[in-house]
């Protein structure tokens, strides 16, 4: 345990010693301000707006969890573009331990930020079950995100492409939602599609459980085969 | 300590493999090292051993224990000097160090300001590594390596980029730890680093050994067994070893003037590398 809090304790030093990846951290501020002042004056002011609410809840939501992907994802490949990856190659240090330890922190720091959006949102009461399971599915998009990414990119410059790209398709389910009837369940085949329904039947009064069920299961299934990938590149 | 039979290496997306039958061993206590051109296979050997490349065939054995049956202890029982630095930019030199020394157990581990010491970086042991030369990253490496007290240590071009001073004293630290039993496998392209700490040398080329044999027997086996003496008249010649001090034509040569060189002429390490290859260290 000692290693992997000193190993995630290093990723915050490295986090706030590079001011490209920790004026990252001021994101969810912005998404807080948006969310609490910003569109409820919006939509007060444009009564058009109102049917929109659940979709720029949804946004915000996702949104939060860029944060982690960006900076989590730029650290690993940092580590990778140095060598530095190569090191945890022979050390004593179990590859289960190093995956934990990149994305312990990263993980419930998200779960933490999407909490509190729901808590300050000011326009639907959400129960704690609610809260929490949306939270907990929607920050595994931080390691599947970082793992993706860094399968695909060789360093720095690669990575930055790369997240553009990536943040296209975490939104891309938003579509769904213009698409009418049974049509719109073609877009979960993206993973953050099982999100924006969650919390857009968390918002209409529905049971969320199925669509957290098939979240779940769907990223887990993601995060095994993606972690199984970047393991065996990573350290080379 | 380490032995290795029939080692062959195929980078996935290679067409032939970078190792072709590697078969030597390392006794404890002995540094040995692979001298060859780059591209031979030589860092791809120390990967297969540092357990990085899994992937092999033929048998591989550390303490009469396979490879591939030793689990993360083994790296605790190892070093590793990589060839290029490789450390965290942002963080200090300590920080890199502290770091690492977390996944070793505690008994073992060496005092972190002796060891900057050592290698002269105790003034910059809480700079941020970004703000270090090359030739004090590679000292890091070196310091990273040995931090654990590992008894078995692979250095891969343990002098590269470092400046003469430096690179002799890396190369007498090699030797110091020898002394305190650890074994130690180097790869290098420089002749004189193996000629000067290792106790055996296989050349390898293209991914197969050549030869492997003492320094010392090499440069004996392929040398001439003859002194060439300078005059300082500008004058020189070669005479057989053999009876040299009955041998007349030498001691009437050395009275033609005076003399103002004498040397042997056995082969050096590069030498007997290009003789028994055929092909340059450098290419």
């Not at chain 1, 990778?80 to 934990?100: C, H």
């Not at chain 2, 290679?14 to 078969?23: A, E, I, Q, R």
Request: hydrophobic share 45%; glycine share 6%.
């Amino acid at each position: 345990m000692q290693k992997i809090i000193k190993l995630a304790f290093i990723d915050f030093k490295l986090i706030f010693r590079d001011p490209s990846l920790y004026t990252f951290l001021f994101l969810p501020t912005l998404l807080f301000a948006l969310i609490i002042w910003v569109v409820p004056y919006l939509v007060g002011k444009y009564d058009f707006l109102e049917p929109y609410v659940p979709l720029m809840l949804i946004v915000c939501v996702v949104e939060n969890t860029q944060m982690f992907s960006f900076i989590s994802s730029m650290v690993l490949v940092d580590e990778k573009e140095s060598n530095v990856a190569t090191v945890y190659g022979i050390v004593p240090f179990k590859e289960r331990q190093y995956l934990v330890s990149r994305f312990l922190f990263p993980y419930f720091f998200t779960v933490l930020l999407n909490i509190i959006l729901f808590v300050v949102q000011p326009f639907y009461h959400f129960d704690w079950m609610n809260i929490l399971s949306i939270s907990l599915l929607a920050a595994l998009v931080v390691p599947l995100y970082a793992l993706t990414l860094n399968i695909i990119a060789k360093n720095r410059m690669e990575g930055l492409i790369y997240v553009k790209a990536l943040n296209i398709v975490v939104l891309i389910p938003l579509v769904a939602f213009f698409v009418p009837g049974e049509w719109s369940h073609l877009f979960g085949v993206f993973p953050t599609y099982w999100i924006f329904k969650s919390v857009e039947n968390v918002t209409q009064g529905i049971s969320a459980g199925l669509m957290l069920g098939i979240g779940f299961a769907f990223f887990a299934g993601l995060i095994w085969f993606t972690s199984r990938s970047f393991l065996r590149r990573h350290f080379m | 300590m380490i032995q290795v039979k029939n080692l062959v290496f195929q980078y996935p997306k290679n067409d032939g493999p970078t190792l072709k039958g590697l078969s030597f061993e390392i006794d404890k206590g002995e540094i040995f090292g692979f001298l060859g051109p780059s591209g031979a296979g030589k860092s791809t050997a120390q990967k297969v051993l540092y357990k990085i490349y899994y992937d092999y065939q033929g048998s591989v054995r550390v303490d009469g224990k396979s490879l591939h049956d030793w689990d993360k202890h083994y790296f605790e029982k190892i070093g590793v000097g990589f060839e290029l630095p490789n450390h965290y930019l942002k963080l200090t030199g300590r920080e890199n160090l502290d770091l690492f020394a977390t996944f070793y157990p505690n008994g073992k581990k060496r005092n972190v300001d002796a060891l900057f010491e050592m290698v002269d970086l105790e003034s910059d042991i809480d700079k941020a590594v970004e703000t270090y030369s090359k030739g004090m990253k590679m000292r890091l490496n070196f310091i990273r390596a040995i931090q654990h007290d590992p008894d078995i240590l692979f250095f891969d071009e343990p002098t590269t980029g470092l400046d003469p001073v430096n690179a002799h004293k890396i190369k007498q630290h090699i030797l110091n730890l020898k002394a305190k039993g650890k074994t130690i496998f180097v790869t290098t392209h420089s002749m004189e680093t193996a000629d000067q700490i290792c106790d055996r040398v296989s050349f390898i080329v293209d991914g197969e050994l050549v030869v492997t044999d003492t320094p010392k027997n090499l440069k004996s086996k392929h040398g001439k067994k003859a002194v060439k003496i300078e005059l300082a008249n500008e004058q020189s010649k070669e005479f057989p070893l053999k009876s040299l001090g009955e041998n007349a034509d030498f001691l009437s040569f050395i009275k033609q003037g005076e003399v103002r060189r004498i040397h042997t002429l056995e082969a050096s390490l590069e030498e007997v590398f290009i003789q028994v290859t055929g092909k340059s260290l450098k290419s």
